[in-house]
Antibody, heavy 119, light 107 residues
Framework: QVQLQESGPGLVKPSQTLSLTCTVS??????????WSWIRQHPGKGLEWIGY???????YSNPSLQSRLTISIDTSKNQFSLKLSSVTAADTAVYYC???????????WGQGTLVTVSS | DIQLTQSPSFLSASVGDRVSITCRAS??????LAWYQQKPGKAPKFLIY???TLESGVPSRFSGSGAGTEFTLTISSLQPEDFATYYC?????????FGGGTKVEIK
C-alpha cells in the first residue's frame, strides 16, 4: 500500500518561497510509470492541479503557476518536493502530494497540509 | 485548459434517495473522466474512472455514464456514508482539471 506524507512549514510570509516535501512509502518512487504530483485546494474551494515530476526528472507544471514553480525529486530518499516562489495570500491552501497513473488517475493522495501565507 | 462544470453545486437529499450529479466539459473528452469523493478534512478518494469503471471496493450503488462533453455520476440509494463532496476530473490531457464540486448533504 503506497502512502504519501507532506511536510513543511504551515506558515509562509508574503513574497517568500513555499517549500514542501512529500515522502513516499510502500513503494519506490523510481519504479516508473507514475507521475508524482502536487494538487492544492483553497479553503472551501475545489481542486487545482499544480504539476508533476517523473522519476527521471521530467516535469510538467500548470501554466498558471509555471513561472513560480519548481518541482524536484530525490530518488535516494523516495521524496519529491515543491517550491513556489513569491507567494501571496492567494496561495493559502491545503497542499496535497499525490500519485497519478499513466491514465492520469490520482490513485493515492497524502493527507494534505495547510499552508497559510501571512505576515 | 479543459474546463469542467458540475451541477448542481449543492444537493440536499435523504438516505435512500437516488441522486445524480452532472459534469460538463468545455470540449470533447471521449470517455476520459474520473470521479472522486471527498469528506471534510480528508483527501479525495478515487471512485470511478473512464466514465463508468468502479475502483475496487467502491459500492455498486455508484455508477457513471456519459461520453464526449456530458457525464453523470449516480448514487442509486444514498447511504449515510455517501454524504460528501464529489468532483469530476478529466483524464485526457495535462494540465489535469477538476470540476468545482457537488456537495451532497442530508435533508
Amino acid at each position: 500500500q503506497v502512502q504519501l506524507q507532506e511536510s513543511g512549514p504551515g506558515l509562509v510570509k508574503p513574497s517568500q518561497t513555499l517549500s514542501l516535501t512529500c515522502t513516499v512509502s510502500g513503494g519506490s518512487i523510481s519504479s516508473g510509470g507514475y507521475y508524482w504530483s502536487w494538487i492544492r485546494q483553497h479553503p472551501g474551494k475545489g481542486l487545482e492541479w499544480i504539476g508533476y515530476i517523473y522519476y527521471r526528472g521530467n516535469t510538467y507544471s500548470n501554466p498558471s503557476l509555471q513561472s513560480r514553480l519548481t518541482i524536484s525529486i530525490d530518488t535516494s530518499k523516495n521524496q519529491f518536493s515543491l517550491k513556489l516562489s513569491s507567494v501571496t495570500a492567494a496561495d493559502t491552501a491545503v497542499y496535497y502530494c499525490a500519485r497519478a497513473t499513466p491514465r492520469r488517475i490520482i490513485d493515492y493522495w497524502g493527507q494534505g497540509t495547510l499552508v497559510t501565507v501571512s505576515s | 485548459d479543459i474546463q469542467l462544470t458540475q451541477s448542481p453545486s449543492f444537493l440536499s437529499a435523504s438516505v435512500g434517495d437516488r441522486v445524480s450529479i452532472t459534469c460538463r466539459a468545455s470540449q470533447g473528452i471521449s470517455s476520459h473522466l474520473a470521479w472522486y469523493q471527498q469528506k471534510p478534512g480528508k483527501a479525495p478518494k478515487f471512485l470511478i474512472y473512464t466514465v463508468s469503471t468502479l475502483e475496487s471496493g467502491v459500492p455498486s450503488r455508484f455508477s457513471g455514464s456519459g461520453a464526449g462533453t456530458e457525464f453523470t455520476l449516480t448514487i442509486s440509494s444514498l447511504q449515510p456514508e455517501d454524504f460528501a463532496t464529489y468532483y469530476c476530473q478529466q483524464l485526457i490531457t495535462y494540465p489535469l482539471t477538476f470540476g468545482g464540486g457537488t456537495k451532497v448533504e442530508i435533508k
